[in-house]
Nanobody, 126 residues
Framework: QLQLVESGGGLVQPGGSLRLSCAASGFTLRDDGISWFRQVPGKEREGVACISGSGRTAYYLHSVLDRFTIDRDNVGNVVYLKIVDLKPEDTAIYYC???????????????????WGKGTPVTVSS
């Protein structure tokens, strides 16, 4: 079973920054689109950023466009999500997921995600 492992979450003060990592073990992410989602208890999971397998295409949730940056290291088999100027409303569990054979595009459609990580918690609080 393909699975991703997220890391890099934690407790951060408002205005701080984090870099989340999404790593694969035992398989390559090279051709797959990778998407980051976040979820707050009681709310639907929402896509915040995604990147194509090639790394040439990325999409963002409009409300985070100026603070979130997604990039990938296909040699290291890792996808990153950098978040700056963190706000309390960014508090959530952050998940990464892969959509197979998405070399030129990516998606926020959970139905297209073929494998997931278990999430890393981000708490923004003073």
């Amino acid at each position: 079973q393909l699975q991703l492992v997220e890391s890099g979450g934690g407790l951060v003060q408002p205005g701080g920054s984090l870099r989340l990592s999404c790593a694969a073990s035992g398989f390559t992410l090279r051709d797959d689109g990778i998407s980051w989602f976040r979820q707050v208890p009681g709310k639907e999971r929402e896509g915040v950023a995604c990147i194509s397998g090639s790394g040439r295409t990325a999409y963002y949730l409009h409300s985070v466009l100026d603070r979130f940056t997604i990039d990938r290291d296909n040699v290291g088999n890792v996808v990153y999500l950098k978040i700056v100027d963190l706000k309390p409303e960014d508090t959530a569990i952050y998940y990464c997921a892969g959509s197979a054979e998405s070399f030129d595009t990516c998606s926020f459609d959970v139905v297209e995600m073929k494998y997931w990580g278990k999430g890393t918690p981000v708490t923004v609080s003073s």
